[in-house]
């Protein structure tokens, strides 16, 4: 088999937001495509991540009293936990834009720019978006963004990249050179409609003083640069650029997939950024839609109206009622790469019962069973090697077909075709009737019948291994035919397989049958279940009792008081809870001085896991209410309430 090489990426998510259904869906998506490409012999490499830097990082860590990086190396790992539960390789490659390589190689693009004049510096005033991190238009602005500080205005001098100059290049290079480069075809064309607008150039950079969580500009201590800047170049700082082998290997095989949501930063602002600094382009992006429920887009912030007309669970907990495979199996099979997909959790049920349950269960059983009851459960030869003979047309057809399909990323066409197989070999096993045959005494002919199915279930299998890696090693191991863990390869296929006399396993359903009834009443009767609200850290979060009585909340009295050294934020309180003194960090120094605060009653968090605040021990944290710049103690309103006493 010809040795292809592919570079496969995901976005890097925001560090900030905790993992839902669409990130997850990008990353199976990658991690599909690269266990096919495995399968079919190709060398693979794999990179995700997470992006770092930023305004709502740099926001949540001094809400919390911690620094950025503090911040960062406690998010970052959630995408990791979350990326080993949906089993994604464990091979892959996962690049954090704090990391002092990516930050050498977005400074050495940035100079490399700067030199050659293509960044310049110039004044600007503009509406700014908060949220967004980004200077919106006019057009953008809303009255209630404005009163609600989302939306500010801005003045300053920042420093731009001249994308003007290299737009009507790109035009030619989507419209005449490449005009696959990015698809599918309609995302190009939303790109090509974007460079006809009139443009203005680039802004690229932040002064520090508005921002100083993220990456200072080479040739300007006084800014950092720009969200995008950055977390671009992680495609190719994940491969050592500018000086390694490893970039000179890969880039070229280099494939993007990306949601649609961010089309234009890689459509337009980085092929120019590549193009101008006299790097290669990347071989494909490829933008995919969005899982939508309720017509609405996925994300951490959903409303209650929505939770309550199409509830759905948190992916965590979808994978812990219907498991990681097929739960990859519903997002791989039910997505057109480049639509939108509705989804609720009665559909998932719906298609699991349908194509694993009926038909790919249906099938392992059904073999399993029959042959164990009329050979002993050791496959029986096949005597006519004409037995079957459409199905083996059909299963030697598919390893090509399905190849073919993953190369025009129809990924769900592959589970169509796939599945077509298992239902034929289904329906031949129906029209052979081999129990009618053992029973008449034919043992030939109904052998014959379970060989052909016995195979083709082979060919099924280790097909479905990208999508279903554990539920096919399940499989085949029940066939006789098992496989290491994630060592399967195409060139594994081969019709004489499982031979005559292999010893088969009967065991529990593969894939049990799903009683949507008892599934919809157990959501029911648990209100967090609804919605991705409930998602780990989202802000949005509806807990339930149960969850707050978690909280330890007490009575405490600051004694003393001091700045924690080379900080403007943190105070270290020596405070006392009932009989017991103990020390926190609190991110109240802008707005308390030490002599302010001590003998005031707070509240604080008394189960809170001790953690080091810039090399501070704190055993707890305080609570306080914050609005802007502003900031005030929750406290007690008056009373006899002694210290240590709980908050409930
Ligand atoms: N950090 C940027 C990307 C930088 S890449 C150089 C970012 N991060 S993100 O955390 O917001 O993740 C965005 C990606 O998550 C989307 O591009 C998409 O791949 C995925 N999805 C987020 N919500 C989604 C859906 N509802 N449906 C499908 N995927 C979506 O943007």
Sequence with gaps: MAENRIYITTPIYYVNDAPHIGHSYSTILADVLARYHRLFGDQVRFQTGADEHGQKVQQSAAARGVTPQQHCDEYSPRFQEMWEKLGISPDHLFIRTTSDSHKQAVQALLQKLHDQGDIYKDSYTGWYSVSDEMFITDTEVTEEGKEAGRIIEVSEENYFFRVNKYKDWLIDYLENQNPGFILPQTRRNEVLGMLRQPLSDLCISRPKSRLEWGIELPFDSDYVTYVWFDALVNYISGLGWPDSEDFQIWWPHSLHLIGKDILK????????????????????????????????????????????????????????????????????????????????????????????????????????????????????????????????????????????????????????????????????????????????????????????????????????????????????????????????????????????????????????????????????????????????????????????????????????????????????????????????????????????????????????????????????????????????????????????????
């Design 265 to 648: 930063p890689h459509g337009f602002f980085w092929p120019i950024m590549l193009h101008a600094a006299g790097i290669p382009l990347p071989k494909q992006i490829l933008a995919h839609g969005w899982w939508t429920r309720g017509g609405h887009k996925e994300s951490k912030t959903v409303t209650s109206e929505l939770a309550a007309q199409a509830p759905v669970r948190h992916i965590s907990e979808l994978v812990e009622e219907y498991g990681v495979d097929p739960i990859r199996y519903f997002l791989i099979k039910e997505m057109t790469l480049g639509q939108d997909s509705d989804y609720s959790e009665e559909l998932i049920v719906h298609r699991l019962n349908g194509d694993l349950a009926n038909d790919l269960g249906n099938l392992v059983s059904r073999v399993t069973k029959l042959v164990k009851q009329y050979f002993d459960s050791k496959v029986p030869p096949l005597t006519d090697a004409n037995a079957g003979a459409e199905v083996r047309k059909c299963a030697e057809e598919l390893p090509a077909k399905v190849r073919g399909l993953i190369a025009e990323f129809r990924p769900n066409q592959a589970m169509e075709t796939i599945l077509e197989l298992v239902r034929r070999t289904n329906g031949y096993v129906a029209e052979c009737e081999p129990w009618a045959k053992a029973k008449s005494g034919d043992l030939t002919s109904a052998g014959d019948c379970l060989a052909v199915s016995t195979r083709a279930l082979r060919y099924t299998a280790i097909l479905l291994h990208p999508v279903l890696p554990r539920k096919v090693e399940e499989v085949l191991e029940r066939i006789g035919c098992p496989i290491e863990k994630d060592t399967v390869s195409a060139g594994d296929l081969d019709w004489n397989l499982p031979a005559a006399g292999t010893q088969l396993h009967e065991g529990k359903p593969i894939f049990p049958r799903l009683d949507w009834d008892a599934i919809a009443k157990k959501i029911e009767a648990s209100p967090q279940d609804q919605a991705s609200a409930e998602e780990a850290g989202a802000e949005t979060n509806l807990v339930t009792f149960d969850d707050f009585s978690k909280l330890d909340l007490r009575i405490a009295e600051v004694l003393e008081a001091e700045k924690v050294l080379k900080t403007d934020k943190l105070l270290r309180l020596q405070i006392r809870v009932g009989e017991e003194n103990r020390q926190i960090v609190a991110g109240v120094a802008e707005n308390y001085s030490p002599e302010e605060i001590v003998g005031k009653q707070i509240v604080i968090v008394a189960n809170l896991q001790p953690a080091k605040i810039r090399g501070v021990e704190s055993q707890g944290m305080l609570l306080a209410a914050r609005e802007g710049k502003s900031l005030r103690l929750i406290t007690v309103d008056g009373g006899n309430i002694p210290s240590g006493a709980s908050v409930s």
